[in-house]
C-alpha cells in the first residue's frame, strides 16, 4: 500500500482513514463511544490524546510556546493557529467570496452568511444566530446579567465588546481614521456612514416615497412620518417623538437640565445647538446669510423666515380669519386677539 493512500472508509460521512486507530477512534464520535473521562470535572471524551490535551487546562500546563511573542499554548493545534496571526497564512478559502480564514471553524461560521444557516436560536424569543456566542450574548437581554464592568465608572455592559466600546469614552481612542479627512470615530460602523458622506451613496430607500438615506437608522426614523408611529413616550406628559433622542431632549424641561454650559458666562443649555447659537452673543458671528437682501442671522431657522419676506409665502393661516403669518410667533400672538374677542 502507498503512503498516504486512504484504505478506511466511514459509511455514515464518507471521511477516509489510513489506519485502523484513525478510523476507530473516528467511529466513536457517531456511536457515542467517550470511554476516557476527566477525573476533575468529568468531561468525557473519545480519545486518550484529546482527554491528555484537556488535562493541561487543569494542570495549566502549556508546552507549546511562541518564540515571536512568547505566547504559551496547551495544544499543537492552537500553538500552529496563533503562528498564523504572525505569518498571515489563511488556508481555509470561502469558494462564494474571495474571504480567507486562520481556522475551518472561522469558515464553517461565514459559510452561513451565504446560506442563511442560523443554527444557535434563542428558546424565549424568535431571534437565532450564526455563533454562538452571539447567542449567548442575546440571552443576557432576557435574564438582565451584565458581567462585564468598567473599572473607571463602574458601568456594567452585557458583552465584552460592548465594554471594550464604551472604555473608549474614558482613553479618548478612535481608531478608524477617514483616509479623506481628519475625522475619526470609535466604532467601524460609524466610519463606514461617514464615508458615504465622501461617496454620496445613499443606499437606504423609502418604498413609500423613494427618499434616499446614507444610514439606516435615519430610514426608519423617515418611515415613521409615513406611519406616523412615535414609539418613544414621555412618562409624566403626553408628548411622543419619533426617536428616542428627542425624547432625551424633551425629558430636560421636567429634569431642568442643562447640560451644555457657556464658557464665557453662566448660561447654560438643554441642547448643543442653543449653546452654539448663543455663542454668537460673545463672537458676534452671524454664519446665515440673505443672499437677496444682504441681512445676517445667528440661526438658519431666522433666515428661514426671513426669507419669506422676500418670497411672500405665508404658512400660517388664521382658521378664523383671512390673516395669514410668515412665523408661528406671529400666529400665536394674532390668535390671542381673537380669544380674547370670544370671552367679551
Not at 38 to 66: A, I, P, Q, S, W
Not at 101 to 108: G, P
Amino acid at each position: 500500500m502507498d503512503v498516504g493512500e486512504k484504505s478506511y472508509s466511514c459509511e455514515d460521512c464518507k471521511s477516509d482513514f489510513t489506519t485502523v486507530e484513525e478510523f476507530t477512534n473516528h467511529m466513536k464520535t457517531h456511536n457515542g463511544d467517550r470511554s476516557y473521562k476527566c477525573e476533575v470535572c468529568f468531561v468525557e471524551y473519545t480519545r486518550m490524546d484529546t482527554l491528555r490535551n484537556h488535562m493541561r487546562v487543569h494542570t495549566g500546563e502549556k508546552l507549546f510556546k511562541c518564540d515571536i511573542c512568547n505566547s504559551e499554548f496547551t495544544t499543537n493545534t492552537r500553538f500552529k493557529v496563533h503562528m498564523r496571526s504572525h505569518t498571515g497564512e489563511k488556508p481555509y478559502k470561502c469558494n462564494v467570496c474571495e474571504s480567507a480564514f486562520t481556522t475551518n471553524s472561522n469558515l464553517k461560521m461565514h459559510m452561513r452568511r451565504h446560506t442563511g444557516e442560523k443554527p444557535f436560536k434563542c428558546e424565549f424569543c424568535s431571534y437565532a444566530f450564526i455563533h454562538t456566542s452571539s447567542l449567548k450574548d442575546h440571552m443576557r437581554r432576557h435574564t438582565g446579567e451584565k458581567p462585564f464592568k468598567c473599572a473607571v465608572c463602574s458601568a456594567n455592559f452585557a458583552t465584552g465588546g460592548t465594554l471594550k466600546l464604551h472604555m473608549r469614552k474614558h482613553t479618548g481612542e478612535r481608531p478608524y481614521k477617514c483616509e479623506e479627512c481628519e475625522a475619526k470615530f470609535t466604532r467601524k460602523g460609524n466610519l463606514r456612514s461617514h464615508m458615504r458622506t465622501h461617496t454620496g451613496e445613499k443606499p437606504y430607500k423609502c418604498a413609500v416615497c423613494m427618499a434616499e438615506f446614507a444610514k439606516r437608522e435615519n430610514l426608519v426614523y423617515h418611515v415613521r412620518i409615513h406611519t406616523g408611529e412615535k414609539p418613544y413616550k414621555c412618562e409624566i406628559c403626553a408628548a411622543e417623538y419619533t426617536q428616542s433622542g428627542g425624547l432625551k431632549l424633551h425629558m430636560r424641561k421636567h429634569t431642568g437640565e442643562k447640560p451644555y454650559k457657556c464658557n464665557l458666562c453662566e448660561f447654560a443649555f438643554a441642547t448643543n445647538n442653543k449653546l452654539q447659537v448663543h455663542m454668537s452673543v460673545h463672537t458676534g458671528q452671524k454664519p446665515f446669510k440673505c443672499e437677496i437682501c444682504k441681512a445676517e442671522f445667528t440661526q438658519s431657522s431666522q433666515l428661514k423666515i426671513h426669507m419669506r419676506i422676500h418670497t411672500g409665502e405665508k404658512p400660517y393661516k388664521c382658521e378664523l380669519c383671512e390673516d395669514a403669518f410668515i412665523a408661528k410667533i406671529y400666529w400665536r400672538r394674532h390668535m390671542k386677539k381673537h380669544t380674547k374677542n370670544l370671552t367679551k
